[in-house]
């Protein structure tokens, strides 16, 4: 065959393409347990970010493995589930969202988030204290925002009232508009907020303006975005919809809330 013929061509053209696709398809195949590893240590990140666990002399895996346990509940009872149920080690919570067999539909007029429809069982990692009772409880929470569903942790105190922090480790909003979600400033209001008032209902919210410190409301009022109200309401109302009663209402009114068992 002729170096300069049409034939000649195609097959090296072939050949060349073949090479190539297993290549891509080797590195894809051979990457994915360390892209799923990397994607559990990026989690664990936020969750510690969100408990204020940061500790620059121990690794991420150690701050977890003393400080953090991963449990799965029952969103709809609020009850722990056994691992026997649920294995915290398999389970991809995400996934289990939009599998209409591992989730429920949520009617429109309550799904203030925007998500359609939610797992049936949530993670909810447990923080323990130095003294080892729990302290902190990280909820992973999701709604939508302008172009993009944000995925996030709030941290609750274990008076069940106080947020310890609220982080986004996944969402499409633009840079410098709704992206200030994760603006270190902004996110540094969180700590310390009231989540309900004194009757237990939601109070929260993000507003348009600014917070007047003066106005008794400020302890459940967090700074607005400037230029991204879509966002900032999506965040108020994902906040909202996660503490209320198709969220994290039942479990945190079990084992939380005054006249708890726990
Ligand atoms: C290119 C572009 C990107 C935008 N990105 C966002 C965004 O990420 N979040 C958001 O809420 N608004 C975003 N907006 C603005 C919204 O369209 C809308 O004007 C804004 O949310 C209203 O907020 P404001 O009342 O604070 O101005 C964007 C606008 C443009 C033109």
Redesign the pocket.
């Known amino acids: 065959m002729s170096r300069d013929s049409i034939l000649h061509t195609f097959v090296v053209a072939g050949a060349l393409c073949v090479v190539c696709s297993v290549l891509v398809s080797a590195a894809a195949v051979g990457l994915r347990p360390k892209q799923e590893a990397n994607k559990i240590l990026d989690k664990r990140k936020n969750i510690i970010a969100v408990a204020e666990l940061d500790d620059p002399n121990k690794s991420i895996d150690d701050i977890f493995a003393e400080r953090i346990e991963s449990k799965i509940i029952d969103l709809e009872t609020g009850e722990y589930v056994d691992e026997s149920v649920v294995d915290p080690m398999e389970y991809d919570q995400v996934e289990a969202s939009k599998d209409p067999a591992r989730s429920v539909d949520i009617p429109s007029r309550e799904d203030i988030a925007g998500i359609g429809r939610r797992e049936k069982y949530s993670f909810v990692y447990v923080v323990s204290g130095e003294d080892g009772s729990p302290e902190q409880y990280v909820l992973p929470v999701n709604g939508k925002?302008?172009?993009s569903t944000l995925y996030g942790f709030l941290s609750l105190d274990s008076d069940g009232k106080t947020i310890r922090g609220l982080t986004f480790y996944q969402h499409g909003?633009?840079p410098g508009?709704?992206?200030e979600v994760d603006n270190p400033n902004w996110k540094a209001q969180w700590p310390g907020k009231k989540a309900f008032g004194p009757e237990g209902e939601i109070q929260i919210e993000v507003l348009?303006g600014k917070v007047v410190e003066a106005d008794p409301k400020s302890q459940y009022q967090i700074d607005?975005?400037?230029?991204?109200?879509?966002?900032?309401?999506?965040v108020s109302q994902l906040v909202r919809f996660w503490l209320g009663d198709n969220g994290f209402g039942p479990f945190l009114d079990k084992h939380l809330h005054e006249g708890s068992e726990s």
């Open positions: 925002g302008l172009w909003e633009t508009l709704g992206g348009k607005g975005l400037s230029g991204a109200t879509i966002t900032a309401k999506g």
